[in-house]
């Protein structure tokens, strides 16, 4: 198909604040469609998951040059990529003609003729006053909204920033890059007749569940934000309305709010898990110690799927909502369909498994409610007695079905459908937040990735899982066993054996323990 010149090439979409859940349908579809996705070191990372998995993600940071000379740089990678037909995502946060040069950007691909569509994104401010229940108009306090950058020195020659007019300004003041300024901003806009009692706020991380709040009048904002030990970046919201918010806002009561949680599924299982805990309002961080591939050989399985076929097979006994994927994709991939399964009995270890074989129209004959070995060994006893079972699962794991099936059972054979291995190179920067003692949840979603996790850990991290300062949360008591055997004490164990049940028992510790507290006054 030949492509349309004028179709566009480049696209710059705002990122949003940092929640992912905050960036818009529009930028989701082009960064689903992203040959190289340029990204500005302050999006949040969790957005690049949305990206094609075959685009070339760059941070600007990488680039050459420093600031403001690596603008050029940027400028000559978005033209020449466009140019080679590609599309580029440049992606920044906020939205992308707030404060983010996305305005001369645009211009220098007009200039070259480059076609290309802004997506626009949720800007700092209004996420800050979403998240934290400050409204930013109201009809009795503030008619008008001032966003402003705190960059420009007053008094510079070339400032084209008002003071005067900004302390005069009868609305909300939202002022960007202002926190390493924050003295002169005050002094300036407390010269212009701005009262010192006007209710002030800085927010930093506003969306994310490491947000961080102060809250003070305006004269004393930069004390209270030396103690407290807010950085930039951050945003500074000056005016009446600050004092209209809630004690806690909506978001500042979600239940994992503050909390830094460890999700240890293998890369590409574990995006809805951690979505569900940046919605209870928990900061997430992904941590795959084990992975999930093809069998190195896929002979046996052809070869019992052609069984199958032939009705050599009276149960089939799928250990696992992967171990049914990676069997049904099979089959496809050597040109059989689901009538390959003819009448096959089909039993599922637990109601996800069965969920995965619905998805393809296929109806367990047996479930057991929970889901652990020994209850699918005894929901299956009466049933396989003198039958042919085939059981695929993975290159590892318990062994106790098939020794259990094997004692009724004609024929007990098992097929490995995928494997699991151990990831090698562990993410540096989690082990760190570890070792700081940044993370207290750590959710253990199987034993062998319990076994994987707990021997990476060193001598520093071991010491604040026995004081208690790291919680291992296990999802069902065999993985809370292999936990123990390894010497490690177990916080809280799921009470359903699914992700969602490990969320569920993360909850519930968060709630006996203190309670996190973003807000210095
Ligand atoms: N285009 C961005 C702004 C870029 S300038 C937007 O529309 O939001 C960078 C400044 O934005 C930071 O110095 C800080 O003042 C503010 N900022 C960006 N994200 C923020 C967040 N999540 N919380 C608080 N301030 C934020």
Redo the contacts with the bound molecule.
């Keep these: 198909m030949m492509s349309d010149p004028s179709e566009p090439r480049v696209f710059l979409v705002?990122a949003?604040?940092?929640d992912p859940g905050l960036l818009t349908v529009r930028g989701a579809e082009v960064l689903a469609r992203a040959d190289l996705v340029l990204y500005?070191q302050?999006v949040p990372r969790r957005l690049l998951d949305y990206a094609n998995p075959a685009a070339e993600l760059i941070c600007v940071r990488d680039l050459p040059g420093h600031h403001p000379d690596k603008y050029p740089h940027i400028h000559t990678k978005l033209i020449e990529t466009a140019r080679a037909g590609k599309t580029v995502v440049r992606l920044?946060?906020?939205?992308?003609?707030?404060?983010?040069r996305?305005g001369e950007e645009a211009e220098t691909l007009r200039d070259a003729g480059v076609p290309y569509e802004i997506v626009p994104?949720?800007?700092?401010?209004?996420?800050?006053a979403s998240y934290l229940d400050i409204p930013l108009t109201h009809r009795l306090h503030a008619s008008a909204v001032a966003?402003v950058?705190?960059?420009e020195l007053p008094n510079k020659p070339g400032n084209k920033l008002d003071w005067e007019a900004l302390a005069k300004f009868p609305g909300t003041l939202a002022?960007?890059?202002?926190?390493a300024r924050l003295p002169l901003i005050i002094a300036e806009l407390l010269k212009f007749g701005k009262s010192p009692d006007t209710p002030s706020a800085i927010?930093?991380?506003?969306?994310?569940g490491d947000?961080r709040t102060v809250f003070a009048r305006l004269g004393d904002l930069e004390q209270a934000r030396r103690s407290a030990g807010l950085e930039?970046?951050?945003?500074?919201l000056i005016g009446a309305v600050v004092d209209l918010r809630a004690d806690r806002s909506w978001f500042e009561r979600k239940p994992l709010f503050g909390h830094r949680v460890l999700v240890t599924r293998p890369r590409h299982q574990a995006g809805p898990m951690i979505r569900k805990l940046e919605l209870l309002g928990a900061v997430p961080h992904a941590f795959p110690t084990v992975e999930v591939r093809d069998p190195t050989d896929w002979g046996p399985v052809d070869a019992a799927l052609g069984e199958v076929a032939h009705g050599d097979w009276d149960w089939l006994v799928f250990t696992s909502a992967n171990g049914v994927h990676k069997l049904v994709r099979r089959l496809g991939a050597i040109g059989m369909d689901l009538r390959a399964l003819g009448p096959v009995k089909i039993a599922a270890i637990g109601p996800k498994t069965a969920d995965a074989l619905r998805e393809y129209h296929l109806n367990a004959d047996v479930v057991p409610k929970t889901y652990i070995a020994e209850e699918l060994a005894a929901a299956l006893t009466s049933e396989v007695a003198g039958k042919r079972v085939l059981l695929a699962r993975a290159n590892r794991g318990r062994d106790v079905l098939r020794v259990e099936l094997a004692k009724v059972a004609a024929t007990v054979a098992q097929i490995t459908v995928y494997e699991q291995s151990d990831v090698v190179t562990l993410d540096a920067e989690v082990l760190d937040s570890l070792r700081r003692g940044e993370i207290r949840y750590v959710t253990l979603s199987s034993s062998n990735i319990a076994r994987a996790l707990l021997g990476a850990f060193d001598e520093t991290i071991q010491g604040r899982v026995h004081r208690g300062e790291i919680r291992l949360v296990a999802i069902s008591p065999e993985t809370g066993n292999a936990v123990r055997d390894l010497g490690f004490p177990v916080a809280a164990e799921a009470d359903l054996y699914t992700t969602d049940g490990l969320i569920d028992a993360v909850v519930k510790l968060a709630n006996t323990e203190r309670p996190v507290s973003s807000h210095m006054e």
Aim: no cysteine.
């Design positions: 705002g949003g604040p940092g500005d302050l920044k946060g906020g939205d992308p003609l707030v404060f983010g996305g994104g949720v800007t700092a401010a209004f996420a800050a966003l950058t705190g960059h002022v960007y890059m202002g926190i927010i930093e991380r506003a969306s994310t947000m930039a970046p951050g945003l500074i």
